[in-house]
Structure formats: structure tokens, C-alpha cells
């Protein structure tokens, strides 16, 4: 049963960094001095060190996640720019 919670609470904060590293890059990207995509390398360098250096961490995998995946939309809206209409 302890086991159960510990992967429970892994789950948890994984869905949270996942969407809090998406919510922080769409608010640097829509103002602010520093772009979306400068940010989005950071946390991506940053939290693949930690990954390096500290071993499976849900924390720093949601990071990469969440912010490959702006990077990723940034990167094809650049390449396949859409009118909005």
C-alpha cells in the first residue's frame, strides 16, 4: 500500500511540472524580455542535468516534458505558420 501512494504522489507531481513549466514558457512568450524559446532551452539544459547528475526524478522529467513540448510547437509554428482566421 505504500508503494501504491509513493507512485501516486510521483504521478501527481509529474501532471503538475508538466503543466506548470507549459504555463510559465506561454506567459514568457506572450511578454517579457526573455522569449518563450530562450526560456524553454534553459529549463530543458537545466533539467536534464539534474537528470544527469541526480538519477529518475519525476520533478525534472515533467520539466523536460512540458517544455520540449512548447519548444516543439514554437519550433513548427515557425516552420508551418498558420493564418488565424
Do not use: K
Not at 512548447?70 to 493564418?83: E, K, R
Amino acid at each position: 500500500m505504500e508503494i501504491e501512494g509513493i507512485y501516486l504522489l510521483s504521478l501527481v507531481i509529474l501532471i503538475i511540472s508538466i503543466g506548470v513549466s507549459w504555463y510559465v514558457l506561454s506567459l514568457a512568450s506572450s511578454s517579457g524580455p526573455v522569449s518563450g524559446e530562450v526560456l524553454s532551452g534553459l529549463m530543458l539544459s537545466f533539467a536534464g542535468i539534474q537528470l544527469w547528475t541526480s538519477g529518475p526524478n519525476s520533478l525534472f522529467f515533467g520539466m523536460i516534458i512540458g517544455s520540449g513540448w512548447f519548444l516543439l510547437n514554437a519550433i513548427s509554428d515557425l516552420i508551418l505558420p498558420l493564418s488565424a482566421e
